[in-house]
């Protein structure tokens, strides 16, 4: 669904949880976004339920949350080894590191408050981040690419966190 898609309507549907994908766009500055990222952007504040962002929109909930993105010191664009610092969730079982697939221009260079650092990469500072208490994650890798040699696994894990939060 488009992220202009209204709460109202995740909420009717029943949705157990919201994964937002990539793009190319830039969203260093929130007065500058699209429409569609706008919307986006919106909505992490609202929905409850727990969210997966990747790429340009895990770039947008930091934006969103208090964060800093900046055009990357180097774009990454093919494979990435990514260092685990901090298992947590989503990342559970990956450490010490995995080789991720990247293509991104901008990068997040200071996380959110209340959001943690989970991994980075010799040119990406975060590579992933989770909120200290909400059900909110974001990766710069693409998870969802046969070239994320660890990317099913980042969905299992976040698909627990999915299950926790229904049983809650």
């Known amino acids: 669904m488009p992220p202009s898609t209204p709460l ?16 190319p766009q830039s969203v260093r500055s929130l007065a500058a976004l699209s429409d569609e990222l706008r919307d986006a952007s919106n909505l992490m504040t ?15 909930m930091a934006t969103t ?16 080894e990514v260092s685990v610092s901090d298992e947590d969730t989503i990342l559970a079982g990956l450490k010490p590191s995995f080789t991720a697939w990247e293509s991104h221009n901008d990068e997040i260079v200071a ?7 989970l991994a ?4 990406c500072t975060v590579q992933a981040m989770r909120h200290e208490k909400m059900n909110l ?9 046969y070239h994320t040699l660890k990317g099913a696994d980042v969905f ?3 698909l627990k966190v999915v299950d926790d939060y229904k049983r809650s």
């Open 8 to 23: 109202e309507k995740f909420e009717a549907m029943k949705a157990d949880a919201l994964v937002m994908g990539g793009g």
């Open 46 to 60: 609202k929905i409850k339920l727990p969210m997966l962002c990747i790429c340009v929109t895990h770039q947008l």
């Open 65 to 80: 949350f208090g964060g800093t993105t900046n055009l990357a010191r180097k774009p990454e664009f093919g494979p990435v």
């Open 111 to 117: 996380a959110p408050p209340r959001f943690k650092v």
């Open 120 to 123: 980075s990469s010799d040119n």
């Open 137 to 145: 994650f974001g990766v710069q890798f693409h998870p969802e690419v």
């Open 156 to 158: 299992k894990n976040f």
